[in-house]
């Protein structure tokens, strides 16, 4: 009898093995629905980047508008007659930039007066 339940308990091993290990198991379907999952998600962002370039070609292609706001953020150029004004945030170093054209040099802070 002991003999009869060994063998049986053997038989259900080796016929449970497949099914959860073997080739087409229930891990290796587990980690492909995993797999499948990732990749939707992936070709979602995908998609919507795609739909994003496409509508700035589309934008680029028909009108001005686009263009011009390429060309000021990208290039930083403005139209004739119009004043660039930065504002920095407050604790922002100044930038470097050389004075005007006929402007004075500008004296250090620190510089103490001639005599």
């Given amino acids: 009898m002991r003999l009869l339940f060994l063998v049986l308990l053997v038989l259900l091993g080796l016929i449970q ?3 959860w290990l073997g080739k087409g198991g229930w891990l290796k379907v587990w980690d492909l629905q995993r797999q499948v999952a990732a990749q939707h998600e992936t070709n979602e962002g995908l998609r ?3 739909a994003a370039l496409e509508a700035e070609v589309r934008d680029l292609a028909t009108g001005v508008g686009a ?3 390429r060309a000021r953020s990208e290039l930083g150029m403005m139209r004739e007659g119009e004043v660039f004004v930065q504002i920095l945030p407050p ?3 100044v ?3 050389p004075p005007p054209a006929g402007a004075a040099p500008a004296k250090p802070a620190n510089a103490a007066p001639r005599r």
């Fill in 17 to 19: 093995y497949p099914l």
């Fill in 95 to 97: 930038p470097n930039t």
């Fill in 67 to 69: 263009i011009e706001e």
């Fill in 48 to 50: 919507a980047r795609n």
């Fill in 91 to 93: 604790g922002s170093a």
